[in-house]
């Protein structure tokens, strides 16, 4: 009788080591949410209801996939709070819902550390309310052998323009890996032009593009009031300027662009290299557009801009 009482403690004290040992690896070698349960929902079943909203939405405004399955080929959401952006956000997804998805590739800025070229996370994958979406760690290694890519774990850690696009990514697209890419400071066209050039090399059936941008940030918290008289409307045309030299692949004018005008788009140097990744037979759509303070009055003075944007290549497609 005393045995089988040992035993049974030894089996639970077991138990919990391993569950301890558990819990420290999925630490190690988990990247965690850190945005759930503020910038949008914790409890998988309230996020899905959610995303399922959105997506009645996005269909309800026009925005359906596409009956080609090598129609999309990459497209651009925003990354704020999902009350603010997740319906734009939805009609990017909403292209792409029949694409056969086997690996994104997700371009996105880093708002918190500073850096030059392409940072990697070297997690085994990055958590969301639905489950862990596996990175592509083959890949993560070979990239990490060039010059302007490095391993940027605290700027993951700490960073939103990814996070804020993985519920989605594995609400659309399943058991898909994960390419996870903060894209830092380029010094000049010819790196932008050089990272693309590396990306390009990697691309195969069953990729899909995301970039996670927001557009114009206007107001005296993001040091940007280049005009006080019909304010929303001059904030759309910026970013209509914007997507104009996306749509025409135009990475000279969008860097130009920027020069001119200090256009405040969050994802500047993730959108020039996608720019730069795309070939010249893509086409662009542009699937919604809105701004912060058409969603919320509570800021008048400030106002963010949210585009969603599908892109089209057959040569390129994931099919």
Known sequence: MRASHLKRIDLVFRAHTFSRMQSAREQQWIRKTR???SWYEAHPLVLEKQLDDFVQKATASGVNPSN???????????????????????CAYQAARHEKVKRVILLGPSHYVSFRGIGLSMKEGFDTP??????????IAFLSGHHLFGEQEEA?????SLEMQLPFIKFFFGEALLLPLLVGHLKNEAEIKE?????????????LIVVSSDFTH??????????????????????????????????????????????TICGFYPLAVLIAMLPPKTTASLLAHATSQEVTLADPQHSVSYLAIAFSNKQMGSG
Request: with cysteine; net charge negative.
């Open 130 to 139: 639905f489950g862990m979406i596996p990175l592509d760690q083959a890949t």
């Open 218 to 263: 206007y107001g005296p918290r993001f040091h940007y009031t280049p005009f006080s008289d019909d304010v929303q409307r001059r904030i759309k045309q910026l970013d209509r300027n914007a997507y104009h030299f996306l749509e025409q692949l135009d990475l000279s004018g969008f860097l130009h662009l920027r020069e001119e005008c200090q256009i």
């Open 35 to 37: 945005f759930a349960g």
């Open 195 to 207: 990272v693309a050039s590396v990306l390009n090399s990697l691309l195969q059936q069953g990729d």
């Open 68 to 90: 080609d399955p090598f129609s999309v080929t990459a497209i651009v959401a925003p990354h704020a709070g999902y009350a603010y952006s997740g319906e734009v956000a939805a």
């Open 156 to 160: 993951h850690r700490l960073e939103h």
